[in-house]
């Protein structure tokens, strides 16, 4: 039998033999059959999809992409006949450049055909063909016959050259107590959000440059340690969280790191600091007197204090008695308040007159809410019996013979007098005294080296008549001593022990039925006039300070009850307080750093550099970046911060020429150039120098003169 494919593979002639016979003799025979092969078919474009690939990248021509068919006609003789090369890349056959300009079905089948983009900004590109069997003239292509060439369209990705950037970085500091009983706070897209457009939050990395100190970031749906990234989502999804390492006395900690996207597009490195507080006693023994009345107990929270926090107070009889041997606030919950950084929690002792046993109690800090419990969760408070009116405060409850100041020692009332009234809301801080000024009172109401008797021979004297009011009572209220007077006139007075011409103290003392006037003393050191008139305040009243505010007095505090107003000494002027300005004064900056408009600003001259080795500089050494200048008046003071010397900012074009941005990404608000740049800035001069009077030079980012320049970073 003859097939069509052994006519097509041979063009030999074909032999038949018979034999011819009459029945008498025969005859042998040969019939020849000569072939002449005929390609009457057309080739056929079947697949033409064309090709997309990243931009500089290398794409396969497959048989998927593209393929010619042709009954009669072998895959190496389906040729492709180049009418027009690509523009924007090449053609290779077997990973060289083609040469020739046809490449046959053969050569794709084999996947040996290739084209590789050249790079730039072209986003298409094609090369055209006609297709032949080498025999017809003319190809099928849908149907249709063709002679025209034909477009095998090449789509070119353009790669993403745009970092992620920061949408917002927040200081997170909300504390929360673990099943575990671990403390942490969560790192979620409120406190930490990046974005970019072309790409999606799971793949935009944050990548940990340098891992927190104080404690370690867990993932809370595998329970991993997070040492190298996480991303978006992650935040998202509040899977991130950081856990507090309670053990250590720290109160705030820092992580650096860098977002960037899977093309390995970066942006600057930057900080995320967290911040939370410690909430324990602020002593953990107290000794009083049967008859003290109330007692108040202090909570202080140290670290960070701008968020409201809350604690809860257990007590354990052990020896004493609820409602016998003392009673206390219905309210167990204690609330601090933003800015507020100590809180007095008050326990009325009771007095019976009968001559018993010391008691003890203890009062126990638990379950905060947005704090971390201190070392000081149990605080005792020992009992004395009044012993007939004689308590003496000793100091045998102190197991560790703690000083006066780590042990509260609280003296009795005065015969008939009332219980001292504790506000119990707010408690001042301030920093000692220098040595040689530091008033010796112990944590509670005595003086070092003075029994509680010493302290009623202080004495207020009325001017003029001579005559000698007591206290009523005597206590401590921070660094102040506190009496009480109970009067009914307004009088004049002064300290009895003191010649009538030093340490006069006008005060005004009037007393209404069962409500106690505090009166301060001044503190020895100060030896200064105050003068006070809480219930009548003047017109026109200016503060009367008991000190000039000098840099020995930096840090303490005055309260002007006339005014109601709190200052506070900065080394130079006596400023008024709140807790906002405590807020202000919480975000400092680093030593050497300077603050203004809400960053902080380091000089650099001792390692001047181009602005490529500074903008270096800044981020790896210092963790920050070159300078964003935000407003004229910001500019006027770096001017002035700089020395009146140029120096390096951190604007450039370096990325789309005639385009300037901030390397910190802020964006650009304000210039100040000394003339306005053209839009097509000179090859390699993007980079931005201050200059004379404060003026904006374009100059080289690499090369050229070393300069001065500022780092700076947020709050």
């Known amino acids: 039998m003859v097939t069509q494919e052994s006519m097509l593979k041979a063009a030999l002639p074909l032999f038949a033999r018979f034999i011819v016979s009459n029945g008498l003799q025969t005859k042998h025979g040969m019939f020849e059959i000569i072939l002449e092969t005929v390609d009457r078919a057309l080739p056929v474009v079947t697949r033409n999809r064309g090709l997309r690939l990243a931009e500089g990248a290398t794409g396969l021509l497959s048989p998927d992409l593209l393929q010619l068919t042709d009954p009669d006609t072998p895959a ?22 083609l040469l020739q300009h046809n490449f046959t079905q053969q050569d794709v089948d084999s996947k040996n055909v290739a084209y590789r983009h050249s790079g730039g900004d072209s986003q298409t590109d094609q090369f055209t ?7 017809n003239q003319g190809f099928v292509v849908d149907g249709r016959v063709w002679q025209e060439p034909v477009s095998f369209t090449i789509q070119v990705d353009q790669l993403d050259k745009t970092a992620p950037h920061i949408v917002h970085v927040h200081s997170p500091s909300h504390v929360v107590l673990l099943k575990n009983g671990c403390y942490g706070i969560y790192i979620t897209s409120r406190v930490l959000k990046a974005s970019d457009p072309d790409t999606n939050d799971d793949q935009i990395i944050f990548k940990i440059l340098r891992d927190p100190q104080h404690g370690h970031l867990e993932n809370t749906t595998t329970g991993e340690f997070i040492h190298e990234k996480f991303n978006q989502k992650d935040l998202n999804s509040k899977t991130i969280i950081y856990i507090i ?15 960037m996207d899977p093309t390995g597009n970066s942006a600057t490195p930057q900080i995320l600091e967290l911040k939370w507080s410690h909430i324990e006693w602020s002593q953990t023994e107290y000794e009083v007197c049967e008859n003290v009345g109330i007692l108040p107990l202090e909570i202080a929270r140290r670290g960070y204090s701008m968020d409201s926090a809350f604690v809860s107070v257990k007590v354990n009889q052990v020896s004493a008695t609820v409602g016998k041997d003392f009673t206390m606030t219905l309210s167990k919950l204690i609330q601090f308040d933003p800015g507020m950084s100590t809180k007095m929690w008050n326990i009325a002792i009771t007095y019976d007159g009968l001559e018993e046993d010391d008691e003890v109690f203890e009062v126990i800090l638990n379950s905060p809410v947005n704090a971390v419990l201190g070392t000081k969760t149990k605080a005792a408070v020992k009992i004395l019996d009044s012993k007939g009116g004689q308590c003496h405060p000793s100091y045998s409850f102190n197991l560790n013979k703690h000083n006066a100041w780590k042990k509260g020692i609280w003296p009795p009332l005065s015969p008939g007098s009332s219980s001292p009234t504790i506000s119990g809301s707010f408690h001042l801080e301030r920093r000692p005294f220098p040595s040689s000024k ?11 080296g003075f029994d509680s008797t010493d302290l009623y021979g202080i004495k207020l004297r009325t001017r003029g008549n001579g005559k000698t009011v007591h206290p009523s009572s005597v206590y401590r209220n ?24 030093k340490r006069k103290t006008k005060v005004s003392i009037i007393s209404q039925p069962r409500k106690t006037i505090k009166v301060a003393e001044l503190p020895h050191a100060d030896k200064a006039e105050s003068t006070i008139d809480s219930h009548f305040p003047r017109q026109n009243y200016w503060p009367s300070f008991p000190k000039n505010c000098t840099v020995e007095l930096k840090g303490l505090f005055h309260f002007e009850e006339s005014l109601q107003k709190l200052y506070k000494c900065n080394g130079v002027a006596w400023k008024a307080w709140s807790p906002q300005t405590k807020a202000v004064e919480d975000k400092s900056c680093p030593a050497g750093w300077h603050h203004h408009s809400g960053y902080c600003h380091s000089l650099i001259t001792e390692q001047k550099g181009t602005w490529n080795t500074a903008a270096q500089a800044c981020r790896e050494h210092h963790l920050s970046s070159l300078v964003t200048v935000l407003s004229r008046q910001h500019m006027r003071w770096l001017w002035d911060f700089g020395g009146r010397k140029p120096f390096w900012i951190g604007l450039n074009d370096q990325v789309h020429a005639g385009h300037w941005e901030w390397i910190s990404s802020e964006p650009v608000a304000f210039t100040n150039w000394r003339r306005e740049p053209s839009r097509r800035s000179k090859p390699g001069k993007n ?18 003169k070393p300069h001065n320049y500022v780092c700076s970073r947020k709050l």
């Open 245 to 259: 390492n309670s053990s250590l006395e720290f109160n705030s900690d820092i992580m650096e790191f860098q977002i």
């Open 129 to 135: 063909f006609v297709a032949t069997d080498r025999t």
């Open 438 to 448: 530091r008033l010796a009172v112990t944590g509670g109401d005595t003086m070092r």
């Open 76 to 97: 190496e003789n389906l040729t492709y006949l180049l009418a027009q090369l690509p523009q924007y890349g090449q053609l290779y056959l077997q990973g060289t450049v």
């Open 687 to 704: 980079c931005v120098l201050v200059q004379k009077q404060g003026k904006w030079q374009i100059k080289d980012c690499r090369k050229g």
């Open 478 to 501: 921070g660094t102040d001593i506190i009496y009480n007077y109970h009067g009914m006139v307004s009088l004049q007075l002064e300290d009895d022990r003191t010649p009538t011409h």
